[in-house]
């Protein structure tokens, strides 16, 4: 406020758009930007994403069956724009049905991970349903993305070893874990990366790992990172990890983005 007890800065908006709080801790946290490359993916390039995995995706494998994750969700626009086009394809196909039904499968079948809890903070409390909301109904706006949906963890170091799907079980897949973090969501993450996606997305982060002992932790693990690697690299790889690869693509890789 100003020295008159105005607002300096009125954020209202009668549509309830969210993304200007993923811009504005960008924007204003250096920390964030150097340490985690925080950069928000423009509406855009979200667009064009989505358009060329989670669309076909529900084409190929059917909209009961179509699942989403970004390993890498920051402030959560994907999962946002995910959200919203599964929302739209359930009203469509049944357009008698419970938009709240709608809403909660839509919310099911959308899943994020990001190191950084108050970038889950971000977007579990406001990045999620209001920018969706239809204008005749109110009675699920109330729902949020819980831990086991968009838990906090570092995404590289949970789950099978690349190509080791096949059979795995939680247990195993998360044995060589030496450490936790505080913050991280250990059930959640054993769960959520010890299967696959029908389409997997996101912005990882296109930076050095400076830790000694994480980035040894992050070359045991992937064959890919090499020298001065960037964690895109690894994130690719796991990325393409994820993916469920469709039987009637005649190609070894799945929807990914």
């Given at each position: 406020m100003d020295d008159s007890g105005?607002?300096?800065?009125?954020?209202?908006?009668?549509?309830?758009?969210?993304?200007?709080?993923?811009?504005?801790?960008?924007?204003?946290?250096?920390?964030?930007?150097?340490?985690?490359?925080?950069?928000?993916?423009?509406?855009?390039?979200?667009?064009?994403?989505?358009?060329?995995?989670?669309?076909?995706?529900?084409?190929?494998?059917?909209?009961?069956?179509?699942?989403?994750?970004?390993?890498?969700?920051?402030?959560?626009?994907?999962?946002?724009?995910?959200?919203?086009?599964?929302?739209?394809?359930?009203?469509?196909?049944?357009?008698?049905?419970?938009?709240?039904?709608?809403?909660?499968?839509?919310?099911?079948?959308v899943t994020g991970v990001d190191l950084t809890p108050l970038l889950r903070l971000s977007h579990g409390s406001a990045c999620w349903l209001p920018r969706s909301r239809p204008a005749t109904s109110h009675d699920w706006l109330m729902l949020r993305p819980s831990r086991s949906t968009l838990p906090v963890g570092d995404s590289l170091l949970w789950g099978a070893r690349p190509g080791q799907f096949a059979g795995m079980e939680a247990a195993t897949a998360a044995a060589d874990r030496q450490f936790l973090y505080r913050t991280e969501h250990a059930e959640a993450l054993q769960r959520i990366f010890n299967k696959q996606y029908t389409a997997v997305v996101g912005n990882p982060p296109y930076i050095v790992c400076r830790d000694p002992a994480l980035n040894q932790q992050y070359r045991d693990r992937f064959r890919s990172c090499h020298r001065q690697y960037s964690l895109g690299v690894p994130f690719t790889e796991k990325f393409f990890d994820l993916a469920v690869t469709p039987d009637n693509l005649g190609r070894p890789a799945g929807f990914v983005a």
């Open positions: 105005s607002l300096a800065h009125d954020f209202t908006d009668l549509e309830m758009g969210t993304r200007f709080l993923g811009d504005l801790y960008q924007d204003l946290s250096d920390y964030a930007k150097s340490t985690y490359a925080l950069l928000q993916t423009p509406d855009f390039i979200e667009e064009f994403i989505l358009d060329r995995t989670l669309t076909p995706a529900i084409e190929t494998f059917g909209l009961a069956k179509t699942t989403l994750i970004d390993p890498t969700c920051g402030s959560g626009h994907f999962l946002l724009g995910g959200f919203q086009r599964l929302f739209a394809t359930w009203r469509a196909a049944e357009p008698g049905g419970s938009e709240r039904e709608h809403a909660e499968r839509a919310l099911a079948a």
